[in-house]
């Protein structure tokens, strides 16, 4: 028997596979699919302050093995997640859900932050500091290491349940802006974010998405994924979760061996939506094929000798 | 919805750049005209949405047209070929809205989706006009096929070569009709949205990223707020509709 259990800042999980924001909307299109009561927990749609509508589309382009987006934070504002959406997952899923929240000032993160810390359904708080500061003339929280440990003070002083920090990786030195991040208090981080990217459609000579560019995510980025996850987890002392084109049982391990404490899966959900199901139930036989019986011996392994 | 292994009947062209695929697989998940499949291709990251033709108890009939790598590369599928596909995907056409002489609107490649429609409206005792419309005639597809579920069928070229010379708005123009739905190119649906004498369903098409309403690729704002065209979609009645 293998023990798929992991500690994630204070709360135990049955599996580290937590389905990421953005790929697993509230979790009831996929809890009619398949009992999402199997995930370790997951990250549900970013939600910020006010409702917002998003980006214009196309907000969707493909490329080898992944895609680009630009949706633009569709959410209907943290109001109505509340009023609206947390009582339907409820419904559907029994476990601590993560709270994926953005802002556009330090001010809009505390604000959504403070009001899902109440929700009793809230088991940890990931903070996406990928967005633009209005106040800092446009620049990404996320890529500089005061900006990012601003917004995690911000929500610390307003929040009781553990805040993960959602690391970018289009930054210099991702090591800095994680210490930066443990420094002023984060529980915990989640990387990597998509790398910022584009295409171009050769018959029009333009951007295939309206935004022109957007977040590359899928299996094509794992290697980089791993690279920080592993940086990151070596320079830190506080939990990383790790994501980045997972779409198999054998990615969770090599995530966990860079470093990871959870995984998280984005694109993979939208092309087979029982993918994380599928990572689950083939996790303890994978285990069992590399001689691993618990997650927690095998964790940054690669860090070793 | 249904996620299966899909065997390819038959897959072959019916102009030069149509073409008409029928799968072996489960249709059960199928539950109206005007819904769609999302098909996954060795090779390539995303899954193609393409609409549903027409279905049974075991077999589904897609038609769609070679405009990318991936559709090229589903031209050359040989018989036998088996397919991971989301099946029975989106919201289709509400035929209890329709009226007792609905006329249904085709342009090009978004003619397929018109073909169950009509049989199931003809199914439910409702006279039924078809408006098929093409550039020209080497691109016309399945007139015939309409015209044996016991439609009248009208066909617009804009060359002239077949049938009314211009746009289908030049056949709808004409026509009388309580209800109408349609599938086609924007500025199509732009030229119906200016004549159009009555309520009617629109059909729409977006980038999508899964197909099934998880990650808000493929949104749009409505008069009853925002929509995703894949799952709320891709069918929208006109009154909701913001051009």
């Known amino acids: 028997m293998v023990n798929t259990k992991v500690n994630l800042c204070g709360i135990e999980l049955d599996n580290p596979v937590i389905p990421a924001s953005g790929t697993f909307g509230f979790g009831y ?33 493909e490329c080898e093995r992944g895609m680009i987006n630009a949706v633009g934070l569709q959410n209907p504002g943290v109001e109505k997640v509340i009023s609206e959406e947390l009582p339907k997952l409820a419904k559907c899923f029994s476990k601590p859900v993560m709270a ?9 993160y505390a604000y959504t932050c403070e009001k899902l810390d109440k929700e009793e359904q809230v088991g940890w708080l990931e903070v996406n500091i990928s967005c633009p500061n209005v106040h800092g003339g446009g620049m990404s929280f996320g890529t500089s290491p005061e900006a990012a440990a601003e917004v995690t003070k911000a929500v610390k002083a307003v929040t009781t349940k553990p ?27 989640s990387l990597i974010n998509t790398l910022l990217g584009m295409r171009i459609d050769l018959k029009t000579g333009k951007p295939v998405i309206a935004n022109k560019m957007g977040g590359f995510s899928g299996p094509a980025i794992k290697p980089v994924g791993l690279r920080m996850v592993y940086q990151v987890s070596s320079a830190v002392n506080i939990p990383v979760v790790g994501m980045g084109g997972v779409e198999s049982a054998e990615d969770v391990i090599e995530y966990i061996m860079a470093g990871a ?45 | 919805m249904n996620r299966g292994i899909y065997k390819i009947v038959s897959n072959k062209p019916l102009t030069k750049d149509i073409y008409e695929m029928k799968l072996d697989g489960e249709t059960s998940h199928i539950t109206a005209p005007g819904q769609f499949l999302n ?33 090229d590369a589903m031209a050359k599928l040989p018989e036998g070929a088996e397919l991971d596909i989301l099946c029975g995907l989106g919201n289709g056409f ?39 419309g093409f550039n020209t005639k080497d691109e016309i597809f399945y007139e015939e096929e ?51 004498a009555t309520s009617g369903q629109y059909s729409f098409e977006e980038r999508m990223g899964c197909g099934f309403g998880a990650c808000m690729g493929c949104s749009c704002k409505t008069k009853y707020g925002y929509k995703r065209i894949c799952r709320d979609g891709p069918v929208l009645e006109r009154e909701e509709i913001i051009w």
């Open chain 1, 163 to 189: 805040v993960i920090i959602k690391l970018s990786p289009n930054v210099t030195d991702i090591v800095a802006i994680a210490k930066a991040c443990e420094e002023a208090g984060a529980d915990g981080l």
């Open chain 1, 100 to 108: 994926n929240v953005s802002g556009f000032s330090l001010e809009e």
């Open chain 1, 261 to 305: 404490t959870a995984v998280e899966v984005g694109a993979a959900n939208l092309v087979n939506p029982y993918v994380c199901k599928e990572i689950i139930d083939d996790l303890p036989a994978v285990m069992a094929k590399y001689g691993i019986k618990n997650l927690n011996d095998i964790k940054g392994s690669a860090h070793n000798g």
């Open chain 1, 29 to 61: 299109e996929f809890a009619e699919l398949y009992d999402i009561n199997c995930l370790g927990t997951f990250s549900f749609k970013g939600t910020t302050k006010d409702p917002r509508f998003g980006n214009p589309t196309p907000r969707i382009a």
């Open chain 2, 94 to 132: 509400d035929t209890a809205i329709c009226g007792k002489k609905t006329v249904l609107i085709g342009g090009g490649v978004g003619v397929p989706p018109m073909y169950n429609l009509c049989k199931k409206l003809i199914a439910e005792g409702k006279e039924v006009a078809v408006i098929l």
């Open chain 2, 146 to 196: 309409f015209k044996a579920l016991g439609a009248k069928v009208y066909v617009s070229t804009v060359d002239g070569s077949y049938g009314t010379k211009g746009f289908v708005t030049d056949v709808l123009k004409d026509l009388e009709y309580d209800y109408f739905c349609t599938c086609g190119p924007m500025p199509m649906f732009r030229a119906i949205e200016k004549i159009a």
């Open chain 2, 39 to 71: 098909i996954l291709l060795d090779g390539f990251y995303l899954r193609r949405p393409i609409s549903i033709c027409d279905y049974d108890e075991k077999t589904v009939t897609i038609i769609y047209k070679v405009v990318g790598h991936g559709t």
